[in-house]
C-alpha cells in the first residue's frame, strides 16, 4: 500500500486500529523517519487514546491507558544485545496480558523469533515521496500492501 502523506499515515494507523484486539501485538519495523511513531498515533486515535503519543527511543516504553483498549509503546532501536531486548519484552509483554492492553514495538528485530503470534508491518521509502506498507495479520496473510 502507497502511503503518500503524514495524513494518510495517521489514517492508515487509525484504520488498523479497529483490527487490533486486546493483547495483540505489532511489530512495526522501518527505516529512521519512516513514520513508525505517526503510524501509532493513529492506531492511539483509532483507540481513543487523547494523549500525546511520542517515540519511547530514550525511555523504552510508554504506557497510554485512556482510551478503549490500553497500549504500550515500546522501542528496542537502543538495545544492542538479545537478552536485554528479551528482558523488555517479556516485562512489557506481562503488562500487556494483565492490562488486556495492545503491545506495538518499534525495531522489534532481536524478539521476533521468540514471539508466535504478531501482526507486521514494514514501512519503507517510496522511490520519490511517500512510503509503502506491508501489513500482514498474524495468521501471515497479506492484509494490506
Excluded: C
Aim: hydrophobic share 40%.
Amino acid at each position: 500500500m502507497f502511503v503518500e502523506n503524514l495524513k494518510e499515515t495517521f489514517n492508515l494507523g487509525k484504520k488498523l486500529s479497529h483490527k487490533l484486539n486486546p493483547q495483540s501485538i505489532v511489530l512495526l519495523q522501518g527505516p529512521i523517519g519512516a513514520g513508525k511513531t505517526s503510524f501509532v498515533q493513529g492506531i492511539a486515535k483509532g483507540l481513543s487514546i487523547n494523549e500525546d503519543i511520542t517515540s519511547p527511543t530514550f525511555a523504552l516504553s510508554h504506557h497510554y491507558n485512556s482510551g478503549k483498549i490500553p497500549l504500550i509503546h515500546l522501542d528496542l532501536y537502543r538495545l544492542e544485545d538479545i537478552s536485554s531486548a528479551k528482558e523488555v519484552f517479556f516485562s512489557e509483554e506481562e503488562e500487556a496480558i494483565q492490562s488486556q492492553g495492545i503491545l506495538i514495538i518499534e525495531w522489534p528485530e532481536l524478539i521476533e523469533p521468540i514471539i508466535d503470534n504478531f501482526w507486521k508491518i514494514k514501512i519503507s521509502y517510496a522511490k520519490n515521496y511517500g512510503r509503502h506498507y506491508e501489513i500482514r495479520d498474524p495468521k501471515n496473510l497479506l492484509t494490506f500492501s
